[in-house]
């Protein structure tokens, strides 16, 4: 049974730092290409960021190009966003997903590449 358990949201001012954790149970990170996605109030969930052990690549999102920066432990199953110059528009709820037959590119990310899902953590930054 595949579980994903993403954590580590929470509050901070604008400007600070955060960072998330997605935990695996049932896969092995190494095998799969993992996922940020985010879902903030009344928008349209955006995918953000894409880690493949497989290939080696990472892809960001322009929105969070340059800011967030994802990285795996595969010791630990555990991928992780390390989350800088946090500003108000990156309010949302944050999910991972995985998958073992998408490998991440240079190019957008869709729910639609991902089987596996975590359950969302709360980012709230304020101004």
């Known amino acids: 049974d595949v579980q994903l358990q993403a954590s580590g949201g929470g509050s901070v001012q604008a400007g600070g730092s955060l960072t998330l954790s997605c935990a695996a149970s049932g896969i092995t990170f190494d095998e799969y290409a993992v996922a940020w996605f985010r879902q903030a109030p009344g928008k349209a969930r955006e995918g953000i960021g894409c880690?493949?052990?497989?290939?080696?690549?990472?892809w960001y999102a322009e929105s969070v190009k340059g800011r967030f920066v994802a990285s795996s432990d595969n010791a630990k199953d555990t991928v992780y966003l390390q989350m800088n110059s946090l500003k108000p528009e990156d309010t949302a709820v944050y999910y991972c997903?995985?998958?073992?037959?998408?490998?991440?590119?240079?190019?957008?990310?869709?729910?639609?590449?991902?089987?596996?899902w975590g359950q969302g953590t709360l980012v709230t930054v304020s101004s």
């Open positions: 880690i493949d052990s497989g290939n080696g690549l990472t």
């Open positions: 997903a995985a998958d073992n037959h998408f490998r991440c590119a240079p190019r957008s990310i869709y729910g639609t590449d991902f089987d596996e």
